[in-house]
Each structure stands twice: as C-alpha cells, then as structure tokens.
C-alpha cells in the first residue's frame, strides 16, 4: 500500500510535465472538481498517457486554489490520443498526499472516468479520449 502511495503522489505531484514535440495545435482539457470538503490548501492535478500513469511524471501538471469547495484547471495544447487525469486536494498544502498509520490516503483524490472501486487505480477505468474539440471533465473526489 506504501508503494502505491508513494506511486500515486509522485505522479500527483510532478511539478513540470514533459512537454509534447509536435507543431500540430492541441486541444484544451477544463477539468472541475465541485465537492472540495473545505477550502483549506490546494488542488492538485496531473496529466497522464498509459505509459506515465502511476509511473511517476506526468506529461502536465497544475495547482488550484479551492474557493467554496470548487477548483478547476485547464490543460493546454494537448494532443489527439488516450489520457487519465489525476487529482488531489493537498488540504495542508504540503504538496504531496498523506497518509494513516495502515496506509490509507488522509486526503481526498479522485482520477477522470470517477471509478470508485478499491485498490489502486486503473489506466482503463480512468482514461477519456482526445479528439478534435475541446473538452470539460469534472472529477469527484
């Protein structure tokens, strides 16, 4: 459980993306979180391919200021393919997430698609598809 810990935050956390090469212009991707317990610290966010998911990095990252239990953040430039988004709210503002004794998050996370199952979380059960639009995602947590 500590692993998938450490996994989540490190992907959570990623302060610079790597940065898409290509002169093709991409798409934007607003994501909204509307159920923030409070509004104490931050929310961060993160961006992800297959190959980056739970790896560490993601290929964009973002921080948000909560205000009356909602955030939200745009992706840029992102290119046709298949993404997972991640997102926590950092509630202490210590930029990683936390967590008990037995290994269970302290702080609220949530990944696009909204799967609420057990265990760690699945590239399949959280991936969406960029196409040629742009797109509005809410994530719960």
Known sequence: MKTLATIITLALL???GNAQTSEEKGITIT????NCLNDNG????SLHTADTFLKGKGIQSAKAAIKDGKTEVAFEN???GTYAIMALHDANG??????EVNGMPKENYGMS???MS???PRFVDAQ????DSDLDLEIRL
């Open 14 to 16: 990623s302060a610079t």
């Open 31 to 34: 994501v909204t979180i509307n």
């Open 42 to 45: 931050h929310a961060i966010f």
């Open 78 to 80: 992102v290119l046709k």
């Open 94 to 99: 210590n930029n990683r997430m936390d967590f």
């Open 113 to 115: 698609g909204n799967d």
């Open 118 to 120: 057990f265990g760690p």
């Open 128 to 131: 969406f598809k960029v196409r």
